[in-house]
């Protein structure tokens, strides 16, 4: 049996509407934010989990990490059944919501990672070996006598991410870690993920609107809509799927028309340079390059990277989101 | 045992981060001094008028007011999580933080909020039953403090039971609701007074459904030598259990509760 395993979990809500005039009762609606999901992954998977706002991901988590009870369906975890095994079950996981703290505003988070060591009943010397290793890994040395209050966002997150690590977790869920971070924290916190998951075997389920997050950590990906799994597999096939167009830019030596391109190829011309559209699937990317330079000398010539964002977007507006 | 350990350090570190602001604390912590003073002044006023309500002297009122005084804040100070914070930990979100921990869901509220500006309330209600421990010149024996210590801490747990309807109905509307507060603190302004004072649909209110009578005024009758509706002595000694067995409900309730909690945002 894999790690995590869920099948058919379902969750409604029950949303009350606001009461319109001369209404005596309110109208409720229901909201179906998982519908019959089921998926499983192995122990030491890292697996992004993608989709819109509002598809259900939170949902899932928080499932899977026994705050919430399904209305249908069944889920093990390391063969415990979160919902009824709340309390066993948190000794083995470890969440960061991105938008949430778990650490002690006003107090150095030293003192909240010793009170996490309380709460968790992780033994003393285990706990100052696993504190000594967070604490490097994370560049937190300095930062220990500080309040959280006064860390920037970036050290914020690190403090958060060594709190849930203390424990030695062996499943760890993000809820949007990378959310509000510069270039380089974004960059240092995926180097770290990636390192725990490798050297500690961490299963890691993400959940970000990152795209980068994505490419650069998971191997694999679940895309969630309409609380219902729409696709579950390697990021390039997702990709392959829905990367149908690629853009270059070139730019002549001197003044010269553009030659006539094939049908399905879209063009714009500014400034003496051009932006072309095609789909290399119809026209292979050789074939209009010969094209393009057969009409004159190309100074120029820069192929636009794929922008995972525009094609994610693409990708939701087909599966109708 | 272990759980008693958490929370003294949680109590610990809440004060320490209170601490950070000592201005600020000092000046809220004068601020409840003046409060609960005013308080006891209005007490006091009352009783310079009438000089006794019904068989109660002077003394023995500033007594009554001094443990429901003494209780409800102590009740406040560490029971903040529940008295105060619930709504907002729901509302916020941050309720889940605590489910995502191996340890109880009330044991992590308790852990999560304390006031100690509080602490100058409890000192004013202290001073009541010093003064009016003199004025009635109750003659202590060791049973008498034990059913003043039984009181305060039954009381205690009482009112915690009390306040977790509160957080119960949170639960599942998401919201503060002001009726409960009719018993909460609608039961400290009333229930610093005897409960035989009071017409029958109040005795019958605050004996029955929230049995601050049997905590508080039997056994401090007792301990003024003058029982409450003529009880043998015992009474003062079992009486106060109540406060454990409405305690005890409404954590079933909350219990039961926490199993529809739903959960808010991402």
């Not at chain 1, 499983?40 to 991901?57: C, D, R």
């Not at chain 1, 890691?204 to 579950?232: N, Q, Y």
């Not at chain 2, 119960?168 to 609608?186: M, P, Q, W």
Request: with cysteine; aromatic share 8%; glycine share 8%.
């Amino acid at each position: 049996m894999a790690f995590i395993e869920a099948d058919g979990l379902t969750k409604t809500f029950t949303v009350r509407k606001k009461r319109q005039k001369g209404q005596l009762l309110r109208e409720k609606t229901q909201i179906r934010a998982l519908d019959a999901l089921s998926f499983s992954i192995e122990k030491g998977e890292l697996v992004g989990y993608i989709g819109p706002n509002g598809a259900g991901k939170s949902t899932t988590v928080k499932l899977l990490s026994g705050i919430l009870t399904p209305d249908g369906g069944t889920a093990r975890v390391g063969g415990r059944v979160p919902w009824q095994e709340r309390r066993q079950h948190a000794s083995h996981i470890g969440v960061v919501f991105g938008q949430r703290s778990q650490l002690w505003w006003d107090v150095p988070i030293l003192d909240s990672f010793d009170l996490l060591r309380e709460i968790y009943r992780v033994p003393e010397d285990r706990y100052k070996e696993r504190l000594n290793a967070l604490t490097e890994a994370l560049q937190l040395g300095e930062l220990l006598r500080t309040p959280l209050r006064l860390l920037s966002l970036g050290q914020r997150m690190r403090a958060e991410l060594c709190g849930s690590l203390l424990h030695g977790p062996e499943l760890l869920f993000l809820d949007e870690p990378t959310i509000g971070l510069d270039a380089v924290s974004k960059l240092a916190l995926r180097d770290f993920l990636m390192q725990e998951n490798r050297r500690n075997g961490t299963t890691v389920l993400l959940t970000t609107h990152d795209m980068e997050d994505i490419s650069a950590l998971c191997s694999r990906v679940m895309v969630l809509g309409h609380g219902k799994k729409l696709f579950d597999g390697a990021l390039p096939d997702l990709l392959a799927r829905y990367d149908t167009r690629r853009i270059i830019t070139l730019r002549y030596a001197g003044e010269v028309p553009l030659p006539q391109l094939p049908a399905g190829c879209a063009c714009e011309a500014e400034g003496g340079q051009y932006k072309i559209t095609y789909a290399p699937d119809k026209l292979p990317t050789s074939q209009l390059i010969a094209l393009l330079q057969s009409a004159g000398d190309i100074r120029e010539l820069t192929a636009q990277p794929q922008n995972i964002d525009h094609l994610i977007a693409a990708m939701y507006r087909e599966m109708d989101l | 045992m272990n759980t008693i350990k958490l929370y003294i350090k949680s109590v610990g570190m809440l004060m320490k981060s209170q601490l950070q602001y000592p201005a600020s604390f000092l000046m809220q912590t004068l601020a409840q001094l003046v409060m609960e003073a005013e308080e006891f002044l209005a007490v006091i006023l009352i009783v310079d008028r009438f000089d006794r309500l019904n068989q109660w002297m002077p003394g023995d009122l500033f007594f009554f007011f001094g443990v429901m005084s003494v209780t409800f804040y102590l009740t406040e100070i560490f029971g903040r999580g529940i008295t105060g914070n619930f709504p907002s930990l729901l509302r916020s979100g941050q309720l889940d933080t605590l489910l995502l921990r191996p340890r109880g869901v009330l044991t992590q509220v308790l852990c999560s909020a304390v006031d100690p500006r509080r602490i100058a309330c409890v000192a004013v209600g202290a001073a009541a039953l010093i003064i009016g421990s003199r004025m009635a010149q109750v003659s202590w024996t060791p049973l008498k403090a034990l059913a003043l210590a039984e009181s305060l801490v039954f009381g205690c747990l009482l009112l915690l039971g009390l306040f977790l309807i509160e957080a119960v109905f949170c639960i599942y509307s998401v919201k503060s609701v002001e009726l409960v507060n009719a018993i909460t603190y609608g039961g400290r302004s009333a229930c610093q007074y005897p409960i035989d004072i009071y017409p029958r649909p109040l005795r019958v209110m605050f004996t029955v459904i929230a049995p601050f009578a049997l905590v508080m005024h039997v056994p401090v009758g007792y301990l003024l030598d003058k029982p409450l509706f003529g009880w043998p002595g015992w009474t003062a000694f079992v009486c106060p259990l109540a406060g454990a067995a409405v305690f005890a409900l409404m954590y079933a309730v909350f219990r039961r509760a926490m199993r529809h909690y739903r959960s808010t945002g991402s």
